[in-house]
């Protein structure tokens, strides 16, 4: 949790002062809460379906996806490694889900866990992540997603 509570701040702290004054923690039963986990659901079920089309909106042009032992991605990568089949998800969800709003910037951080297989081998994954949403448009998309060991 730690990196987490270390990322949130270097966020605020390039935000200038009026959106950092505007940081809302949003409760469960909040309307804002509530789309998240439906992004969240989508994200989820899009990776396990192998749904390119539904990750292609939600990913914002200049996402940057970063997880424990690959090679920061671009979208454009990530599309392609997604459709090249070499890795398929069994499983993939997320839990513990925390939403920040700092004006059209959404940053959610919660844990991940992820049953796939790379080839014939078997991977399974138990991470924190963050991942920042952008609004533009009036609609959510994920700008950047980081995962990580827990400590």
């Known amino acids: 949790m730690k990196l987490i509570n270390l990322f949130v701040p270097c ?6 002062t009026a959106v950092a004054q505007e940081e809302t923690r949003i409760s469960r039963n909040s309307q804002d809460t509530n789309e ?7 994200w989820n079920q899009s990776h396990v379906r192998g749904d390119a089309s539904a990750l292609d909106s939600l990913w914002a042009q200049e996402l940057v996806v970063t997880a424990s032992g690959m090679t920061p991605m671009t ?17 993939y969800t997320t839990s513990e889900i925390r939403v920040r ?4 910037t959404a940053i959610v951080t919660g844990r991940v ?6 080839g014939d081998r078997n ?15 009036g609609r959510w998309q994920v700008a950047a997603w980081h995962a990580s060991l827990p400590p």
């Open 75 to 91: 979208k454009e990568q990530s599309m392609a490694f997604l459709r090249s089949g070499r890795m398929r998800f069994q499983q």
């Open 11 to 16: 966020v605020i702290s390039l935000a200038p």
């Open 123 to 137: 991977v399974e994954d138990d991470w924190l992540f963050t991942k920042m949403y952008i609004r533009r448009a």
């Open 36 to 42: 998240f986990i439906r992004l969240e659901d989508i």
């Open 101 to 104: 709003l700092l004006g059209e």
């Open 113 to 118: 866990h992820r049953k796939r297989t790379m």
